[in-house]
């Protein structure tokens, strides 16, 4: 019997927050160091959260057309074990920065047609992540887009399901796309970067409930 999906509280900006987290089954938890996002995480945040929770979970740094350098030096910092890739980085950026790093990379798309998700396939990351198309947003849209996009994806790289995922409808999304691991961020919010508990523990139980559940 399937196991369920291993689960992503993104958009992490406290140390509370990612205990929480934690506590609630999260496999990894994500930081973001895109400015450009209302969940923007400080390095010296990151920083405390990554020394206290590291081996304890996976720390993901979420990054939007950064330079090499800057990614390296963050993932050092914190220091961070995915490299989340969200914006328009092709296939040698992705590369060099597991090279640079030594961090798993976890390459994003935002997925609005079928071709988008072709496209990921040339991506031969450790994991790829697919989310709902914006035209401004790069995630944290609170927004899902058709799963039945994702029936013809032939890639066998692990798949985490992320785009407007709350405790009412991730069992659906779950029992619909199969996913390897679901993302969460403004599903199990009080406020934009700030967690709210009830609802990341409805999140983790909805989930785990779909263990052992064959679509």
Known sequence: MPDAPRIKICGITRLDDARHAVEAGAWAIGMIF?????RACPVDEAQRIGTALRRQVELVGVFVDETLDEVAAIAEAVPLTVVQLHGDEGPRYCDEVARRTGAKVMKAARVRTAGDVDRLAVFHTDLHLVDTHHPTL????????????LRGRRSSVPLVLSGGLTPANVADAIAAV????????SGVEAAPGVKDPALVDAFAAAVRETAGVVA
């Open 34 to 38: 895109w400015p450009g996002s209302k």
């Open 138 to 149: 790069r995630g944290g849209t609170g927004e899902t887009f058709d799963w039945r996009l």
């Open 178 to 185: 199969q996913p390897w691991a679901v993302d969460v961020a």
